[in-house]
C-alpha cells in the first residue's frame, strides 16, 4: 500500500481473560492483554490487534508507546511499507500492519489473501496446546482435546517432570502428533538427557529447548528429531543464524511486527532450506486471521490462542476435526 491519504488511528487496549491459568517455563499467565488499532481513511477502515512479547518486555504500556511514537507519521499518510522502516518489531507494528492490510482490502475490494499473493485460504490442522501441569492432570487434558486433533506440550524444564508428563500422555494417547515447546527451560547437558525420552515417546518436533542467546551451543548438536526455533527467531534478521541450529522456523506476527514480515520471513526460510511454522501470542480471533493466511504456507500451524479464552471475539474462527476454519467475515475481506 502506497498513498499519501490522511489517515485517523485509533488504539484500544482490550482484555481477555483466561478460562484457567495457563502454565509454560518460567510464567503463568491468567489473561490477555491487546492493543487494538484501527485505520481510516474516512471511508473504509482496517483493523489489527497485538498481543506483544512478554520475553521481550513487550507489553501493553511498550506497543501504545511505539504506536504513538508513529501516529504522526501514520496518521500523515504513510504506508505499509513505510511503517516497517517506520516501526521496530513487535506487537504494536503487528496490530497496526495487520490494520494496514485490512484497510487495502477494503479501499481495493479484494481479499488480503489475493493482495499478499496467496492461494485461496483452506482450513488448516492445527495443534492443540496443553499447559504444564502434572503428569495426571495433562493426560486427561489429553483425552478432553478434539481426537483428530496435533498436540502441543508445554515442557518446564524439569527434567524428571517433563519425561514423566510425556510419558502419561502418550499412553493417554497412543497415536496422536505430539510436539513439545520448552520455551527455553533447558541447557545443552540437559537437553542431552530429554532427547531419548522424546524418541522414546515418539514426539515429532521438538521447540525453543535453550534459551534465546544460547544459539551457539546448538552448533554441531544431534537433532535426532526436527527443532524448531521460536524465541531464537523473532524477525526476518534472524533467520539466516537458524541454518544449522534449527530445522523449522516458528513466525509470530506479535515477533516479526506484522503479516507483511511474516510472509517474508517465510519465504527467506524456504529459500534457506528451513521449515516453516506458524505460532501465535494468545491473541483472540483478529489475531488468529492474518495468521491463519501465513499458515497457508506453513508445515506446521500453531493457532489455537483463542480456546484458551474464557470469552472470543464474534464472528471467530472455530476448530473441529483437528482443523482451525476462518470464516471470512472475521478479518481481510
Same mark, same amino acid.
Given at each position: 500500500?502506497?498513498?499519501?491519504?490522511?489517515?485517523?488511528?485509533?488504539?484500544?487496549?482490550?482484555?481477555?481473560?483466561?478460562?484457567?491459568?495457563?502454565?509454560?517455563?518460567?510464567?503463568?499467565?491468567?489473561?490477555?492483554?491487546?492493543?487494538?488499532?484501527?485505520?481510516?481513511?474516512?471511508?473504509?477502515?482496517?483493523?489489527?490487534?497485538?498481543?506483544?512479547?512478554?520475553?521481550?518486555?513487550?507489553?501493553?504500556?511498550?506497543?501504545?508507546?511505539?504506536?504513538?511514537?508513529?501516529?504522526?507519521?501514520?496518521?500523515?499518510?504513510?504506508?505499509?511499507?513505510?511503517?516497517?522502516?517506520?516501526?521496530?518489531?513487535?506487537?504494536?507494528?503487528?496490530?497496526?500492519?495487520?490494520?494496514?492490510?485490512?484497510?487495502?482490502?477494503?479501499?481495493?475490494?479484494?481479499?488480503?489473501?489475493?493482495?499478499?499473493?496467496?492461494?485461496?485460504?483452506?482450513?488448516?490442522?492445527?495443534?492443540?496446546?496443553?499447559?504444564?501441569?502434572?503428569?495426571?492432570?495433562?493426560?486427561?487434558?489429553?483425552?478432553?482435546?478434539?481426537?483428530?486433533?496435533?498436540?502441543?506440550?508445554?515442557?518446564?524444564?524439569?527434567?524428571?517432570?517433563?519425561?514423566?508428563?510425556?510419558?502419561?500422555?502418550?499412553?493417554?494417547?497412543?497415536?496422536? /502428533?505430539?510436539?513439545?515447546?520448552?520455551?527455553?527451560?533447558?541447557?545443552?547437558?540437559?537437553?542431552?538427557?530429554?532427547?531419548?525420552?522424546?524418541?522414546?515417546?515418539?514426539?515429532?518436533?521438538?521447540?525453543?529447548?535453550?534459551?534465546?542467546?544460547?544459539?551457539?551451543?546448538?552448533?554441531?548438536?544431534?537433532r535426532p528429531l526436527p527443532?524448531?526455533?521460536?524465541?531464537?527467531?523473532?524477525?526476518?534478521?534472524?533467520?539466516?543464524?537458524?541454518?544449522?541450529?534449527?530445522?523449522?522456523?516458528?513466525?509470530?506476527?506479535?515477533?516479526?511486527?506484522?503479516?507483511?514480515?511474516?510472509?517474508?520471513?517465510?519465504?527467506?526460510?524456504?529459500?534457506?532450506?528451513?521449515?516453516?511454522?506458524?505460532?501465535?501470542?494468545?491473541?483472540?480471533?483478529?489475531?488468529?486471521?492474518?495468521?491463519?493466511?501465513?499458515?497457508?504456507v506453513c508445515?506446521?500451524?500453531?493457532?489455537?490462542?483463542?480456546?484458551?479464552?474464557?470469552?472470543?471475539?464474534?464472528?471467530?474462527?472455530?476448530?473441529?476435526?483437528?482443523?482451525?476454519?476462518?470464516?471470512?467475515?472475521?478479518?481481510? /475481506?
Amino acid at each position: 500500500m502506497n498513498t499519501k491519504t490522511r489517515l485517523q488511528l485509533n488504539l484500544a487496549v482490550e482484555r481477555f481473560a483466561y478460562h484457567q491459568p495457563f502454565r509454560i517455563s518460567g510464567h503463568v499467565f491468567t489473561e490477555t492483554q491487546l492493543l487494538v488499532a484501527e485505520l481510516s481513511d474516512g471511508e473504509h477502515s482496517g483493523r489489527g490487534e497485538g498481543a506483544g512479547v512478554y520475553y521481550l518486555d513487550d507489553d501493553i504500556d511498550h506497543m501504545l508507546a511505539e504506536a504513538e511514537k508513529a501516529r504522526e507519521r501514520i496518521e500523515a499518510g504513510a504506508g505499509r511499507e513505510e511503517l516497517q522502516n517506520l516501526m521496530p518489531p513487535g506487537g504494536a507494528r503487528n496490530a497496526i500492519d495487520c490494520a494496514y492490510w485490512e484497510l487495502e482490502a477494503r479501499q481495493k475490494g479484494r481479499p488480503v489473501w489475493e493482495l499478499a499473493g496467496l492461494d485461496p485460504p483452506r482450513p488448516l490442522p492445527s495443534t492443540m496446546t496443553l499447559g504444564a501441569a502434572e503428569p495426571s492432570a495433562m493426560a486427561q487434558a489429553a483425552l478432553a482435546l478434539d481426537p483428530d486433533a496435533p498436540v502441543k506440550v508445554k515442557l518446564t524444564g524439569e527434567l524428571k517432570l517433563d519425561i514423566a508428563r510425556l510419558s502419561a500422555i502418550r499412553a493417554a494417547r497412543p497415536s496422536v /502428533w505430539i510436539g513439545v515447546d520448552a520455551n527455553q527451560g533447558y541447557s545443552p547437558d540437559s537437553l542431552r538427557e530429554l532427547l531419548p525420552a522424546l524418541l522414546e515417546t515418539r514426539i515429532a518436533l521438538l521447540e525453543q529447548p535453550l534459551k534465546r542467546g544460547a544459539e551457539e551451543h546448538l552448533d554441531g548438536f544431534e537433532r535426532p528429531l526436527p527443532f524448531a526455533a521460536d524465541e531464537s527467531a523473532v524477525t526476518l534478521a534472524d533467520t539466516a543464524s537458524m541454518v544449522g541450529r534449527f530445522d523449522i522456523v516458528n513466525i509470530k506476527l506479535d515477533k516479526c511486527g506484522g503479516l507483511t514480515e511474516g510472509l517474508a520471513i517465510a519465504r527467506e526460510a524456504r529459500s534457506l532450506g528451513l521449515g516453516v511454522m506458524v505460532g501465535n501470542m494468545m491473541g483472540t480471533s483478529l489475531s488468529m486471521a492474518p495468521s491463519y493466511l501465513l499458515g497457508q504456507v506453513c508445515d506446521v500451524v500453531d493457532l489455537d490462542g483463542p480456546t484458551f479464552l474464557a470469552n472470543d471475539r464474534r464472528p471467530g474462527v472455530t476448530y473441529r476435526e483437528g482443523m482451525i476454519h476462518c470464516p471470512s467475515g472475521i478479518w481481510g /475481506w
